[in-house]
Protein backbone atom coordinates (compact mmCIF):
# COMPACT_ATOMS: atom_id res chain seq x y z
CA UNK A 1 0.00 0.00 0.00
CA UNK A 2 1.24 3.17 -0.91
CA UNK A 3 2.42 6.07 1.84
CA UNK A 4 -0.36 7.80 3.08
CA UNK A 5 -0.77 11.57 2.15
CA UNK A 6 -2.01 12.24 5.80
CA UNK A 7 -2.37 10.13 8.82
CA UNK A 8 -3.15 10.73 12.47
CA UNK A 9 -2.34 8.70 15.28
CA UNK A 10 -3.86 9.03 19.12
CA UNK A 11 -4.63 12.92 18.75
CA UNK A 12 -5.74 14.67 21.61
CA UNK A 13 -6.94 18.42 22.22
CA UNK A 14 -7.90 20.26 25.27
CA UNK A 15 -9.70 23.39 24.83
CA UNK A 16 -9.99 26.22 27.43
CA UNK A 17 -8.52 26.66 31.17
CA UNK A 18 -9.50 25.50 34.48
CA UNK A 19 -13.14 24.23 35.15
CA UNK A 20 -14.33 25.50 31.71
CA UNK A 21 -11.74 22.95 30.56
CA UNK A 22 -12.85 20.51 27.58
CA UNK A 23 -11.33 17.67 26.38
CA UNK A 24 -12.38 18.04 22.59
CA UNK A 25 -10.23 15.23 20.88
CA UNK A 26 -9.41 11.96 23.00
CA UNK A 27 -7.60 10.46 20.64
CA UNK A 28 -8.02 10.20 17.09
CA UNK A 29 -6.59 8.37 14.47
CA UNK A 30 -7.40 7.88 10.96
CA UNK A 31 -5.28 7.65 7.24
CA UNK A 32 -6.26 9.83 4.54
CA UNK A 33 -4.29 7.38 1.27
CA UNK A 34 -3.19 9.15 -2.52
CA UNK A 35 -6.36 9.49 -4.40
CA UNK A 36 -9.02 9.13 -1.50
CA UNK A 37 -11.94 11.56 -0.46
CA UNK A 38 -12.45 11.29 3.34
CA UNK A 39 -15.06 12.95 4.99
CA UNK A 40 -16.14 13.90 8.65
CA UNK A 41 -19.50 13.66 10.15
CA UNK A 42 -20.98 14.57 13.71
CA UNK A 43 -23.09 16.82 15.64
CA UNK A 44 -21.64 19.99 16.20
CA UNK A 45 -19.49 20.49 19.36
CA UNK A 46 -17.81 16.56 18.38
CA UNK A 47 -14.30 18.02 17.56
CA UNK A 48 -14.35 18.12 13.75
CA UNK A 49 -13.21 21.38 13.68
CA UNK A 50 -10.77 21.17 16.20
CA UNK A 51 -9.36 18.01 14.12
CA UNK A 52 -9.41 19.53 11.18
CA UNK A 53 -7.38 22.98 12.27
CA UNK A 54 -4.93 20.39 13.76
CA UNK A 55 -4.44 18.15 10.57
CA UNK A 56 -3.98 21.50 8.42
CA UNK A 57 -1.27 22.85 10.82
CA UNK A 58 -3.50 25.46 12.25
CA UNK A 59 -3.32 24.05 15.95
CA UNK A 60 -0.57 21.63 17.75
CA UNK A 61 -2.32 18.66 19.24
CA UNK A 62 -1.43 18.07 23.02
CA UNK A 63 -0.58 14.25 22.26
CA UNK A 64 -0.07 12.06 19.72
CA UNK A 65 1.27 11.84 16.29
CA UNK A 66 0.47 13.66 12.74
CA UNK A 67 2.55 12.36 9.68
CA UNK A 68 2.10 14.31 6.44
CA UNK A 69 3.95 12.89 3.05
CA UNK A 70 5.77 10.22 5.05
CA UNK A 71 7.23 12.73 7.66
CA UNK A 72 6.19 13.35 10.96
CA UNK A 73 5.47 17.09 11.79
CA UNK A 74 4.54 16.98 15.40
CA UNK A 75 7.22 18.49 16.61
CA UNK A 76 8.67 20.95 14.00
CA UNK A 77 9.44 24.74 14.83
CA UNK A 78 7.08 27.28 13.81
CA UNK A 79 8.96 28.24 10.64
CA UNK A 80 9.18 24.96 9.46
CA UNK A 81 5.20 24.03 10.06
CA UNK A 82 4.20 27.10 8.25
CA UNK A 83 6.63 26.26 5.26
CA UNK A 84 5.07 22.97 5.44
CA UNK A 85 1.70 23.55 5.07
CA UNK A 86 1.76 26.61 2.59
CA UNK A 87 3.94 23.73 0.65
CA UNK A 88 2.18 20.44 1.11
CA UNK A 89 -1.25 21.59 2.49
CA UNK A 90 -4.29 23.52 0.27
CA UNK A 91 -7.43 24.67 2.33
CA UNK A 92 -10.50 24.89 1.02
CA UNK A 93 -13.43 26.54 3.61
CA UNK A 94 -17.55 27.24 3.28
CA UNK A 95 -16.66 30.77 2.71
CA UNK A 96 -14.19 31.51 -0.05
CA UNK A 97 -12.41 34.20 1.62
CA UNK A 98 -11.41 35.36 -1.72
CA UNK A 99 -9.86 39.11 -2.46
CA UNK A 100 -12.81 41.22 -4.02
CA UNK A 101 -10.93 43.82 -5.58
CA UNK A 102 -9.00 40.97 -7.04
CA UNK A 103 -8.93 38.94 -9.98
CA UNK A 104 -9.46 34.85 -10.09
CA UNK A 105 -6.06 34.50 -11.42
CA UNK A 106 -4.45 36.92 -8.93
CA UNK A 107 -6.87 35.14 -6.17
CA UNK A 108 -5.36 31.63 -7.32
CA UNK A 109 -1.44 32.90 -7.32
CA UNK A 110 -1.58 34.36 -3.74
CA UNK A 111 -0.41 31.18 -2.26
CA UNK A 112 2.35 30.72 -5.10
CA UNK A 113 3.51 34.30 -4.19
CA UNK A 114 4.16 33.02 -0.72
CA UNK A 115 5.96 30.26 -1.63
CA UNK A 116 8.45 31.90 -3.80
CA UNK A 117 9.53 29.66 -6.14
CA UNK A 118 8.17 30.50 -9.47
CA UNK A 119 8.33 33.49 -11.93
CA UNK A 120 5.71 35.91 -12.41
CA UNK A 121 4.99 34.43 -15.87
CA UNK A 122 5.15 30.81 -14.16
CA UNK A 123 2.65 31.93 -11.60
CA UNK A 124 0.25 33.37 -14.03
CA UNK A 125 0.45 29.85 -16.78
CA UNK A 126 -0.04 27.96 -13.55
CA UNK A 127 -3.10 29.63 -12.34
CA UNK A 128 -4.35 29.74 -15.65
CA UNK A 129 -3.92 26.30 -15.93
CA UNK A 130 -5.93 25.70 -12.73
CA UNK A 131 -8.78 27.69 -13.80
CA UNK A 132 -9.19 26.38 -16.98
CA UNK A 133 -9.29 22.81 -14.87
CA UNK A 134 -12.18 24.25 -13.04
CA UNK A 135 -14.19 25.35 -15.88
CA UNK A 136 -13.01 28.93 -15.38
CA UNK A 137 -10.46 29.62 -18.13
CA UNK A 138 -11.44 32.53 -19.78
CA UNK A 139 -12.91 34.18 -16.30
CA UNK A 140 -9.09 34.49 -14.80
CA UNK A 141 -9.09 38.55 -16.00
CA UNK A 142 -12.78 38.94 -14.11
CA UNK A 143 -12.43 40.50 -10.52
CA UNK A 144 -14.00 37.73 -8.27
CA UNK A 145 -16.61 40.14 -6.67
CA UNK A 146 -18.42 39.72 -10.58
CA UNK A 147 -18.08 35.97 -10.39
CA UNK A 148 -21.23 34.04 -9.45
CA UNK A 149 -21.27 32.22 -5.94
CA UNK A 150 -20.52 28.92 -7.00
CA UNK A 151 -17.70 30.49 -9.79
CA UNK A 152 -16.46 32.00 -6.66
CA UNK A 153 -16.17 28.57 -5.09
CA UNK A 154 -14.41 27.21 -7.80
CA UNK A 155 -11.93 29.89 -7.71
CA UNK A 156 -11.14 28.71 -4.25
CA UNK A 157 -10.83 25.03 -4.89
CA UNK A 158 -8.42 26.23 -7.70
CA UNK A 159 -6.46 27.96 -5.30
CA UNK A 160 -5.77 25.65 -2.98
CA UNK A 161 -4.58 23.95 -5.58
CA UNK A 162 -2.03 26.35 -6.31
CA UNK A 163 1.17 24.74 -4.83
CA UNK A 164 0.51 21.26 -5.98
CA UNK A 165 -0.37 19.83 -2.36
CA UNK A 166 -0.61 16.24 -1.12
CA UNK A 167 -3.24 17.21 0.82
CA UNK A 168 -6.65 19.12 0.46
CA UNK A 169 -8.41 20.04 3.82
CA UNK A 170 -12.08 21.31 3.48
CA UNK A 171 -14.80 23.06 5.63
CA UNK A 172 -18.08 22.97 4.65
CA UNK A 173 -16.65 23.14 1.05
CA UNK A 174 -20.27 23.57 -0.47
CA UNK A 175 -22.36 24.59 2.85
CA UNK A 176 -22.42 28.33 1.21
CA UNK A 177 -23.94 26.85 -2.06
CA UNK A 178 -27.43 25.84 -3.63
CA UNK A 179 -27.81 22.29 -4.70
CA UNK A 180 -27.06 22.42 -7.79
CA UNK A 181 -23.91 24.35 -7.48
CA UNK A 182 -23.13 22.31 -4.41
CA UNK A 183 -23.14 18.88 -6.75
CA UNK A 184 -20.95 20.68 -9.29
CA UNK A 185 -18.26 21.62 -6.95
CA UNK A 186 -17.73 18.75 -5.42
CA UNK A 187 -18.02 16.39 -7.88
CA UNK A 188 -15.27 18.54 -9.90
CA UNK A 189 -13.14 19.03 -6.68
CA UNK A 190 -13.53 14.19 -6.23
CA UNK A 191 -12.89 14.16 -9.62
CA UNK A 192 -9.19 16.04 -9.19
CA UNK A 193 -8.40 14.52 -6.43
CA UNK A 194 -9.01 10.86 -8.14
CA UNK A 195 -7.41 12.07 -11.21
CA UNK A 196 -4.36 13.81 -9.22
CA UNK A 197 -4.00 11.09 -6.57
CA UNK A 198 -4.40 13.62 -3.47
CA UNK A 199 -5.97 13.18 -0.61
CA UNK A 200 -8.91 14.84 0.17
CA UNK A 201 -10.88 15.61 3.66
CA UNK A 202 -13.20 16.99 4.31
CA UNK A 203 -15.77 18.31 7.05
CA UNK A 204 -19.63 17.80 6.06
CA UNK A 205 -23.42 17.97 7.41
CA UNK A 206 -24.39 17.30 4.04
CA UNK A 207 -25.80 13.32 3.50
CA UNK A 208 -25.01 13.38 0.20
CA UNK A 209 -22.05 14.83 0.04
CA UNK A 210 -20.72 12.08 2.55
CA UNK A 211 -22.62 9.32 0.77
CA UNK A 212 -20.59 10.07 -2.47
CA UNK A 213 -16.94 10.46 -0.19
CA UNK A 214 -14.92 6.61 -0.46
CA UNK A 215 -14.21 6.46 3.31
CA UNK A 216 -16.46 8.44 5.81
CA UNK A 217 -15.42 8.73 9.22
CA UNK A 218 -17.90 9.38 12.33
CA UNK A 219 -17.05 11.62 15.24
CA UNK A 220 -19.12 11.92 18.84
CA UNK A 221 -17.72 13.59 21.54
CA UNK A 222 -14.12 13.67 20.74
CA UNK A 223 -13.48 10.61 19.40
CA UNK A 224 -14.41 8.66 15.66
CA UNK A 225 -16.66 6.07 16.82
CA UNK A 226 -17.56 4.61 12.83
CA UNK A 227 -14.99 4.27 9.82
CA UNK A 228 -17.19 3.40 6.78
CA UNK A 229 -15.31 2.70 3.48
CA UNK A 230 -17.89 2.81 0.71
Known sequence: MATPSLQCTGIEKFLGEGEARVHALRGVTLAVQPGEVHAVVGPSGCGKSSLLYILGLLDRADAGQLVLGGQDVSALDDNAVSRRRNESLGFIFQFHFLLQDFTAAENVMIPMRKLGRQSEEEMRDRAADLLAA?????????????????????????????????????????????????????????????????????????????????????????????????
Open 134 to 230: VGLGAKGARSSKALSGGEQQRVAIARALANDPEVILADEPTGNLDTANSERVFDLLRNLVHRERKGLLLVTHNPAIATACDVVHTMKDGLVVETVRQ
